[in-house]
């Protein structure tokens, strides 16, 4: 598999999908700078919408030069009451890449292959990464600690190195990544391709609101909650957004997973408790996404040769 898809990805580089931040501007603006662009299905309220955004990628893309690969992430659990529909599009559409998270349903990687189609799979631990190699995933989304939205905990280092010993399929490593010289740590590390989500947070095409992004540039690592209370699955949110909704932090520190809100008040609940990963302390300022890619790019390819004269010296 050709992991630069056709040399179109500048650096080994995908901007992550997020629930209510990715958007198609934001997906299309890292795509013609040479970054993969990407969004969850679920980011619109219904299929319909989904189709238009998939609609105004392909408008979008058709008017670019060269543009790096872009993909949807598809929940592909059971639960999921719109997955076989947003599947449906996916193969109409010949998405190119397909992220698919929460299971692996039977036949599901195969219809997203017979059109071509690359699927990477979210895993947080060797056991879920040996299950989508032998499902048939393509490449293996290493959810390390410290990443936004809900993360795996195990260190990047101890996940990489456990994945590595059941199976030799590429592996994108997620989590707190927020530099050029990131993406190239995680080259080292034997990642094939980086996974970045918060640092994209505060471009101006996301989906983010003001308040939210004021947020990321005023937090550091230090002002990240882990907790699996909110929705029932383990999770970095801000903890100044937990604070203004009137969360308890030390309830919610010691609640058992999934006591503390049903599902339905969850999405209520997202639109004051914002997310993100430990790299957070990296934001500096609201700026383009392109701005924010050409900065990492430079980063990369400093990095890159700063390690080589290391590596001579
Ligand atoms: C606000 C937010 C929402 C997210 N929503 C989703 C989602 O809907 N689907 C998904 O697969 N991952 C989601 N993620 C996880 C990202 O795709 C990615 O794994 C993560 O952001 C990487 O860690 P980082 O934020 O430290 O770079 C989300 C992350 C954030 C910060």
Not at 176 to 204: E, H, K, N
């Amino acid at each position: 598999m050709d992991l630069t898809f056709g040399g179109t990805l500048r650096i080994p580089l995908i901007a992550a999908p997020m629930f209510l931040v990715s958007t198609p501007a934001l997906a299309l603006a890292t795509c013609s700078r040479g970054i993969m662009g990407t969004f969850p299905a679920h980011c619109t309220r219904s299929h319909k919408a989904f189709q238009d955004w998939i609609l105004e990628m392909e408008a979008g893309l058709d008017a670019l030069d060269s543009p790096a690969p872009w993909g949807v992430n598809l929940v592909v659990h059971p639960s999921n009451a719109r997955m076989e529909g947003d599947l449906e599009l996916c193969i109409q559409h010949e998405v190119p890449v397909v992220l698919t998270s929460k299971g692996s349903p039977d036949n599901v990687f195969d219809r997203i292959h017979e059109y071509g189609g690359i699927i990477f799979h979210d895993v947080a631990s060797a056991r879920h990464a040996e299950k989508a190699a032998a499902a048939g995933a393509d490449g293996l989304i290493a959810v390390c600690g410290g990443a936004g939205g809900h993360t795996g905990t195990i260190n990047p280092f101890a996940l990489v190195n456990e994945i590595r010993e059941v199976t030799d399929k590429p592996i994108i490593l997620s989590g707190a990544l927020s530099t050029g010289r990131d993406v190239l740590a995680a080259q080292t590390m034997g990642a094939a391709l980086a996974y970045m989500g918060t640092r994209f947070i505060p471009a101006v095409e996301s989906g983010a609101d003001e308040h939210y992004r004021q947020m990321l540039i005023n937090c550091s690592s230090k002002d990240v909650f882990y907790s699996a209370a909110l929705d029932g699955a383990p999770a970095n949110w801000i903890t100044p957004s937990l604070i203004e909704s009137g969360i308890d932090l030390k309830e919610l520190a010691t609640t058992v997973p999934g006591e503390v809100v049903s599902a339905g008040v969850v999405r209520e609940r997202y639109s004051k408790v914002k997310s993100c990963g430990h790299g957070v302390g990296m934001i500096k300022q609201v700026e383009s996404a392109a701005d924010i890619c050409d900065r990492i790019i430079a980063e990369y390819e400093r990095a890159k040769s700063e390690l080589a004269s290391a590596l001579v010296a």
